[in-house]
Every structure is written in C-alpha cells, then in structure tokens.
C-alpha cells in the first residue's frame, strides 16, 4: 500500500483528511505539524503522497514544497489549504505540487484529488481570473511577481509578527527582514507597513 504524510497544524482537519485516505486505502498513514517536523518523517520514511497546508507554524508549506523537490524524490504532493487557489495555485504549480483543493470545497473534492494524483494525473481548479476587476487584477500581477519568500514575510507581517519573530522564525537576519519589508512596500505600492495588512486582507493572502 501507498505511504501518505498529512501535515497541518490542526489536529481536526488531520482526523478528517486521515479519514478520507483510510478510505483510499493508504497505509501506513504519518502525520506532522510542523514544517520541521514533515522534513523529518519524510526523511525517514519516504512516503509517496504529501496532503500539504500552506499556513503553519514554523515555516510554510511552500518552503517544504520547495525542499521536498530539491530532494529529488518520488513524493507526490497535494496541497489543502484555506488560501484562496487565485493566487496560490500557479505558485503552487511552479513549486511542484501535483494538486490544489481549497478546504472551502467538500471532503469529496480531497477524494477526487488523492484519486486523480494516485493514478498519475494532476488536479487544479480551473480560474476565472476574467471576472476580476482592474484593482484586484493589477494587485494579483504584484502578488505574482513577489518571489515565495516575499510572500511568505509579507504574510506573517500581515498577521502582526514583528521584525525579530519573523527573523527567527524564518532563520534570517532581522535586517533582512527589514530589508524585505521595505522591498515589499515598495513592490506593492502601499504607502506605509501598515497597509500591508489592508493589502493582504483584500486579496485574501490570510
């Protein structure tokens, strides 16, 4: 039997998600975290299969989708998250994830998915990105330029994390930070820091 990781930092959402994969078959069936804590079972085990969040504790899921395709193996992965696919999917493409499903849709869009992946296609949604207006449409193109590590700060700066807990957190510098920052208010076109916030809010960043 196929090997799965689930890694989300709610235990609720894991019990459901391990529900469905039960149901798929899967076994043995891990569960992690953390970002520090996935890395860690899948070097271990090498599992085939990776249901991955974006938002959580230590990291991100794009960092570790990233690192799970630098490694070079045979992991498919998955991405469940709350994070709205209109400006997460393509990213998520581009890092190698094989399916997106929002946690909006219905346990049977998961099943469906893991059903899609496990028989060697893919699974994203389709977007209607035409039924954007101009705003939302030119503020997606700035979103889409930031590099992953831009996103990802301009996300905990948008949560209310200081310089120094996003510094240790991601392992940088806190001048580095800094320096993002600054970049990011200059990429975005906000006047101050504090608009971040409203620009990550509106465009369903958090």
């Known amino acids: ?39 860690s079972i899948q070097r271990d085990h090498a599992v085939d299969l990776m249901i991955l969040d974006l938002v959580m504790p230590g990291g991100n899921g794009l960092d570790l989708l990233e690192r799970v395709r630098a490694d070079g193996g045979s992991c498919a992965v998955l991405v469940f998250t709350s994070l709205d696919p209109l ?5 998520c493409m581009r890092a190698g994830a094989l399916g997106y499903v929002s946690k909006t849709n219905s346990l049977s869009q998961l099943h469906k998915a893991v059903n899609a992946l496990t028989a060697g296609y893919t699974y994203f949604a389709h977007l209607a990105c035409g039924s954007m207006d101009t705003l939302q449409h030119t503020e997606k193109q700035m979103i889409d330029n930031l590099s992953n590590r831009e996103l990802t700060i301009l996300q905990y700066l948008a949560r209310g994390l200081a310089n120094k807990a996003i510094a240790e957190v991601m392992h940088l510098s806190h001048k580095t930070v800094s320096t993002y920052k600054t970049r990011l208010i200059e990429k975005l076109g906000v006047n101050a820091a504090v608009h971040l916030r409203d620009f990550a809010i509106r465009n369903h960043l958090i």
């Open 87 to 91: 400006f997460f999917q393509e990213r």
């Open 1 to 39: 039997m196929k090997s799965v990781l689930i890694v989300d930092d709610h235990p609720v959402i894991r019990a459901a998600v391990k529900l469905v994969l039960e149901q798929e078959g899967f076994k043995p069936i891990h569960e992690a975290s953390s970002v520090g804590e996935a890395l």
